[in-house]
């Protein structure tokens, strides 16, 4: 019988939702309540009903939900008559830590563990657990589905999970690479699969989710086996604001220097005034970086440059250790919509790892385009995929509020 589901990404002042019918996966109604806690707040909502739109107080997330709650049932067209239509809802939480192998109905035990994994995920994991309370309060008895964007990556083996670090330090303090994106590398990696008629547990790819955050996968046979972000998401790739990596001693040699009196300063530089950003001194905006580069900016060129060698770099290790490359993967806004940061990046590939590009099919692949870009003799194929974790998030929860289990492979 089909479903209405309701999906929920909620960060520190902010819901994004979208209503699902499921399992067509045909999206009724979305929408965005941003500046919560502020007295200027603004929600928009969209339906086959149009748009509606408003600026007034939200005190909080259940406030929030509130003003969605009634977009959605006061439209002209409305995708739901009564809350009760919505049958489960999503929450997309950032933080599984090691427990959570796959989506989970939110019971008291799941909630107390969200809780636990605050400390490692500072930022997401507590206004992702306001949402799923918000959410509870006002649909009382409906099922309650957490998607967490570590929990694909826990199939990482511990030899690309565990750091070269004391080994108490991960038994103490569980320090490793946990990895994120994990939806939306899953949903790629199944997507290109299904594009190229191949059996999932039968593909091999690299999946690059470049957006403002950027991390890479290596996935073989449908599970993710090594991957870029870390501990936090600041480790991998070069991002809008974030670093990537680094030698870490550079903290050391940086603390006390005059701009970096304590380690939260060094902290707010890497996480959000380093990469495109702090390279081109220009925008954490791939348009305005690669703008500005075309207009003569050294910085720009070299951020963009820095930005796609890193990215090289991956492929070829992720290449080394996938007993098979079968394809490589773009998602997120620069993967999807910058056709020239993907023929830099694939530029050079070609001799070493039979990775080549079509360039007139590349160029075609954007604004939310998806197919082979790869040269018709190239070892392997290149993937553009758009991206889409709500969806992703709408098939587990219906599933799971089903009673049906679901996979933590792809
Ligand atoms: P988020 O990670 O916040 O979800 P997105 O996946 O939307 O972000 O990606 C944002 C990035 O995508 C920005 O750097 C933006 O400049 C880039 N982007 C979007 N469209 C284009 C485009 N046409 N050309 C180049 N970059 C683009």
Do not use: W
């Not at 590939?349 to 003799?377: C, P, Q, R, S, Y």
């Amino acid at each position: 019988m089909p479903d209405k589901v309701l999906v929920l990404n909620c960060g520190s002042s902010s819901i994004k939702y979208q209503l699902y019918l499921m399992p067509e996966g045909a999206v009724l109604a979305k929408g965005l309540v941003e500046k919560i806690g502020e007295a200027c707040a603004a929600y928009k909502h969209t339906d086959d009903g149009g748009e509606q739109a408003g600026k007034q107080p939200i005190a909080d997330h259940r406030e929030g939900l509130a003003v969605a709650v009634k977009c959605l049932t006061g439209s002209k067209k409305p995708a739901i008559k009564a809350m009760n239509e919505i049958k489960a809802v999503g929450h997309r939480v950032v933080h599984g830590g090691e427990k959570f192998t796959g989506s989970v109905l939110v019971t008291p035990e799941v909630e107390k563990t969200i809780e636990e994994y605050y400390d490692l995920a500072p930022l997401h994991n507590p206004p992702n657990m306001t949402g799923i309370r918000a959410a509870q309060q006002m649909l009382p008895g409906v099922p309650q589905i957490a998607c967490f964007d570590t929990s694909f990556h826990t199939t990482l083996p511990e030899v690309a999970y565990v750091y070269a670090l004391p080994y108490e330090i991960y038994e103490k303090y569980r320090v490793r690479r946990y990895g994120f994106h994990g939806t939306s590398h899953r949903y790629v990696a199944r997507r290109a699969a299904e594009l190229l008629g191949k059996h999932k547990y039968d593909f091999n790819a690299v999946t690059c989710h470049l957006g403002n955050g950027c991390s890479m996968a290596a996935v073989a046979a449908g599970r993710s086996v090594d991957t870029t972000m870390g501990l936090t998401p600041l480790e991998g790739l070069v991002m809008g604001t974030r670093s990537g990596d680094i030698d870490p001693a550079i903290i050391f040699y940086l603390a006390g220097k005059p701009e970096y009196k304590s380690v939260k300063d060094i902290d707010t530089m890497m996480n959000k005034k380093s990469g495109l950003l702090g390279v081109s001194g220009v925008s954490n905006d791939m348009r305005a970086v690669r703008q500005a580069a075309a207009e003569g900016n050294k910085r720009a060129g070299l951020a963009l440059d820095i930005f796609c060698y890193r990215i090289r770099k991956y492929i070829g290790a992720y290449a080394a250790v996938l007993p098979r490359l079968d394809a490589v993967i773009f998602t997120g806004g620069i993967g999807e919509n910058a056709a020239p940061v993907r023929a830099k990046i694939i530029e050079g590939l070609g001799a070493n790892l039979g990775i080549t590009l079509d360039a007139a099919k590349n160029d075609a692949a954007v604004f939310g385009k998806e197919g082979d870009v790869a040269a018709a003799d190239s070892r392997v194929h290149v993937m553009v995929v758009p991206t889409n974790e709500e969806k992703a998030i709408a098939v587990d929860t219906y599933a799971l509020s089903r009673n049906k289990s679901v996979s933590q492979r792809m």
